[in-house]
T-cell receptor
Framework: AQSVTQPDIHITVSEGASLELRCNYSYGATPYLFWYVQSPGQGLQLLLK??????LVQGIKGFEAEFKRSQSSFNLRKPSVHWSDAAEYFCAVGFSGGYNKLIFGAGTRLAVHP | DAGVIQSPRHEVTEMGQEVTLRCKPI?????LFWYRQTMMRGLELLIY????????DSGMPEDRFSAKMPNASFSTLKIQPSEPRDSAVYFCASSRDPPGNTIYFGEGSWLTVV
């Protein structure tokens, strides 16, 4: 069965430090890959997505993610974190072939120290 | 463009009462999703519609839950009777043909059943 794993439940970084949030998926083919962010009390906002082509994708708010087929991973990165990045981050996968829904990981809550 | 609009944003109700959550998808989107978010289970897909027709309701927890989409611009999720374990944030989302197209989320309906 398809699944998405975000191994880190909580991450704390200092403002200005770099960030990497991990995401692994289980699926036999290349899925559609997404990162969403959820600020407290808000809905989910799409940060970036990967369907095909260049495996390094750029998103909003200075985020990027890299698809690594050999590792079944789609890790999210940001070179310098801002206090406003504190939120919960969700990795999600979608699959082609008429399977139209997204499966979400459990989320990683990011705290940013000043 | 208006995003996905959900109402009510917050509801507190007593156990046994009927709860109706409402959603207006983005105009032109032919897919509508209902998700539930809890601390214990994360984001779960309850049901999704395509062109107003329910496609997959395998995530609906039990018969107390029902969802309808009478037209392209309106959907409801009903819980009758409600129980304390139904307390969660319920998100509505919509898209054009996913997963190739972005799924946009509403801000959620925060339900507390006491």
């Amino acid at each position: 069965a398809q699944s998405v794993t975000q191994p880190d439940i909580h991450i704390t970084v200092s403002e200005g430090a770099s960030l990497e949030l991990r995401c692994n998926y289980s699926y036999g083919a290349t899925p559609y890959l997404f990162w969403y962010v959820q600020s407290p009390g808000q809905g989910l906002q799409l940060l970036l997505k990967y369907f095909s082509g260049d495996t390094l994708v750029q998103g909003i708010k200075g985020f990027e993610a890299e698809f690594k087929r050999s590792q079944s991973s789609f890790n999210l990165r940001k070179p310098s974190v801002h206090w406003s990045d504190a939120a919960e981050y969700f990795c999600a996968v979608g699959f082609s072939g008429g399977y139209n829904k997204l499966i979400f990981g459990a989320g990683t809550r990011l705290a940013v120290h000043p | 463009d208006a995003g996905v609009i959900q109402s009510p944003r917050h509801e507190v109700t007593e156990m046994g009462q009927e709860v109706t959550l409402r959603c207006k998808p983005i105009s032109g989107h032919d897919y509508l999703f209902w998700y539930r978010q809890t601390m214990m289970r994360g984001l779960e897909l309850l049901i999704y519609f395509n062109n107003n027709v329910p496609i997959d309701d395998s995530g609906m927890p039990e018969d107390r839950f029902s969802a309808k989409m009478p037209n392209a611009s309106f959907s409801t999720l009903k819980i009758q009777p409600s129980e304390p374990r139904d307390s969660a944030v319920y998100f509505c989302a919509s898209s054009r043909d996913p997963p190739g197209n972005t799924i946009y989320f509403g801000e959620g309906s925060w339900l507390t059943v006491v």
